[in-house]
């Protein structure tokens, strides 16, 4: 059985886009493999396709692709988790930074 990863909760926003349109939410969780986004405009469509995202917080920015794992409706809002395909340089240390544990 697989480990799940460890979740940090963070306040960050993701700009996401199918490669026609962008689609903004709220960053709730992340780890060294995946995140949680919600408060995705319901007129989103999960597809299992990567898309790619810019990921930001005050002092931090990191672009990568990402591939929807689950998703959920709340009302006229989505949240999906995504796993991060091949994280950029720089994810893990913030996350050691975040925790100040290895991850």
Not at 25 to 52: C, E, Q
């Amino acid at each position: 059985m697989q480990t799940r990863a460890t979740r940090i909760d963070t306040e960050m926003v993701s700009a996401f886009s199918d490669g026609t349109h962008v689609f903004r939410g709220l960053v709730s969780n992340i780890s060294k493999t995946g995140l949680k986004i919600t408060d995705i405009p319901s007129k989103f469509i999960p597809a299992t396709k990567k898309y790619a995202t810019i990921v930001s917080s005050t002092d931090h920015k990191f672009k990568f692709k990402i591939l929807p794992v689950w998703f959920d409706y709340t009302g006229h809002r989505l949240e999906i988790g995504f796993k991060i395909v091949s994280p950029p340089a720089g994810w893990l240390t913030f996350l050691e930074q975040m925790t100040g544990e290895n991850v």
